[in-house]
């Protein structure tokens, strides 16, 4: 993210991430151990991520506040003192100084060829030198000339050449780029043995400092040894293109039906379709003509049927026959266009992770999330339309249903609740549960408020009947109104919406269970 908002021109984008990845770092090596505020500044920086990114596309204005603030959390988190240091830097630690300022601020020659990016070369240069500037002094060292197109450049700082490879990836042809350390350490640096990071002087000559691979040795062709190395400028970077073997010509097979004549390749090159696209993006008023006209198709071919049966069968044998293929071919046709607009639930499940992070801390209670069959697919209208009330029951589940949890373990419980998002298919039905280990709903005071507003409740109703009350608008059994629950207006519009989906709502409970 950070190298590619560098080369877009996103500064604001590139200090944010740039700073998340020095945190990010320290924990990789093991100087810093990772803490729920380290998480938190994660989420909070992912979504300052987004604002901005918005921002650039012209949706809406980011907040600049907001951008220094994270910059400053994280910086501050970086900055904690680390818990102690790894092998690696308590070894480099002991590096004398002309090692030290060698292996953090080596040198890279870079080799590549423009690619076709819209701009002039020079501009494309001027950007991936102003890019490559955060990273240390970068310069031009070699131009293309001649018959040579390549381009070279020298990068003194420290960088990880994977990092390198991607901001120069694009301005240039991904397979033309070649990063090397061009110098060897002088005599006088390794006499001392270098602390085994460099090898002997003699062997050192033309090598990497130990970071790159050597590359295997190709025995060149006898006709090849005497051309003078390198002819075409190309710094012996690339190999001669295997010579063309010239294929026979394909036959066509020519394919005649009645309503079309389709010319089509005898021969089918796997390669070919390795490559092709593995889906494509499609209206969704497209795949509801289709949908319908595949109703329409059904209807006719039932009304074949029906006539068809009315003739002599043996008589018409050949007729009954291809009508029955029809209806097959009719049946897995709609089928077929049915499923296009199936969705799987795990786009919805995905998105309660993070609300349940959230307001679980913001309620000081401890809750886990737990997420059963995300691949059951639903019907993609449906999938928009059951976020709503699935966003109000598991908010529900938090607020009422997981206790805190000094009263979990009062009750002999885990001090961490759990929510479960299940899915399933049930007799052509999707059942979709959430579920909580909480305190379940409480019968007496369901009844006392139910009494209080008026509601028709006797103690002899049954416990189905009891929890169907708080389906009732306005009906909340919460002491206090909060910005999470309190006001009754959540569990009726879940109602309203399921119902109005042709769906239904049930309640199962059991105080002191969940």
Same mark, same amino acid.
Request: with cysteine; net charge negative.
């Given at each position: ?10 500064t ?9 990845e020095?945190?990010l770092?320290?924990i ?32 809406g204005?980011?907040?600049p ?14 900055s ?11 070894a ?22 423009l690619?076709?990016?819209g ?6 240069i ?5 890019e ?39 301005v ?23 602390y ?19 590359l ?6 006898a ?6 190395e ?20 394909v ?16 021969e ?8 092709a696209?593995?889906? !494509?993006?499609?209206g ?6 289709? !949908? ?24 018409f ?20 266009v049915?499923?296009?607009?199936m ?16 307001l ?11 997420t ?16 709503d ?21 009062a009750?002999?419980?885990?001090? @961490? ?17 959430v ?6 709903l ?19 109703? @049954? ?13 909340s @059994?919460?002491e ?13 519009v ?21």
């Amino acid at each position: 993210i950070k190298g590619s908002a560098g080369t877009f021109g996103f500064t604001d984008l590139a200090d944010v991430t740039h700073i998340l990845e020095n945190l990010l770092d320290r924990i990789r090596k093991g100087e810093l151990a990772p803490t729920n505020a380290m998480i938190d500044a994660f989420l909070a920086a992912d979504d300052v991520l987004k604002s901005l990114l918005a921002a650039h596309r012209g949706e809406g204005a980011a907040d600049p506040d907001a951008v220094k603030a994270i910059c400053a959390r994280l910086s501050d988190l970086t900055s904690d003192a680390p818990v102690g240091k790894s092998a690696a830097a308590a070894a480099a630690a002991e590096l004398p100084a002309a090692v030290q300022a060698r292996a953090a601020a080596p040198a890279y020659d870079i080799f590549f060829i423009l690619d076709d990016v819209g701009v002039t070369d020079s501009e494309a240069i001027d950007k991936l030198l102003a890019e490559l500037g955060n990273y240390g002094k970068a310069s031009v060292v070699g131009k293309p000339s001649g018959d040579s197109s390549v381009w070279q450049l020298r990068l003194d700082g420290p960088a990880d050449p994977d990092t390198l490879r991607e901001i120069i990836a694009f301005v240039a042809r991904s397979d033309s780029i070649r990063i090397v350390a061009p110098l060897a350490p002088a005599a006088a640096e390794v006499d001392d043995g270098a602390y085994g990071l460099f090898a002997e002087p003699e062997k050192l000559a033309g090598e990497a400092f130990g970071l790159f691979e050597p590359l295997p040795e190709a025995a060149a062709p006898a006709s090849e040894k005497a051309k003078p190395e390198a002819a075409d400028g190309s710094y012996g970077f690339f190999e001669d293109l295997p010579a063309v073997v010239e294929k026979p010509p394909v036959a066509p097979v020519v394919v005649a039906t009645p309503k079309h004549v389709e010319v089509r390749e005898a021969e089918k090159q796997p390669a070919a379709k390795a490559a092709a696209e593995t889906s !494509i993006r499609v209206g969704v008023e497209r795949v509801d003509q289709l !949908i319908n006209l595949v109703g329409e198709l059904v209807i006719t071919q039932a009304m074949l049927a029906q006539s068809a049966a009315e003739v002599d069968a043996v008589k018409f044998e050949r007729l009954i026959t291809g009508l029955g293929q029809l209806e097959r071919n009719t049946r897995d046709l709609q089928e077929s266009v049915m499923s296009i607009r199936m969705m799987p639930i795990s786009v919805v499940f995905g998105r309660f992770p993070r609300l349940v992070r959230d307001l679980s801390q913001k309620l000081a209670k401890q809750v886990e999330l737990k997420t059963v069959g995300e691949s059951t697919e639903l019907d993609k209208g449906l999938i928009e339309r059951i976020s709503d009330p699935l966003n109000h029951l598991v908010r529900n589940s938090l607020d009422h249903g997981v206790e805190m949890p000094e009263q979990r373990i009062a009750a002999g419980k885990d001090p @961490t609740g759990t929510i479960t998002l299940k899915a399933y298919q049930q007799s052509g039905n999707v059942v979709i549960e959430v579920g909580d280990d909480g305190a379940g709903l409480n019968r007496e005071r369901i009844l006392a408020k139910a009494r209080e507003r008026g509601l028709p409740a006797a103690d002899s109703m @049954t416990d189905a009947e009891v929890w169907l009350l708080i389906f009732e608008p306005g009906f909340s @059994t919460a002491e206090q109104i909060t910005e999470v629950s309190g006001r009754g207006v959540g569990m009726d519009v879940v109602k309203r919406n399921i119902t109005a989906m042709g769906g239904r709502v049930e309640i199962e409970s059991v105080t002191g269970v969940g």
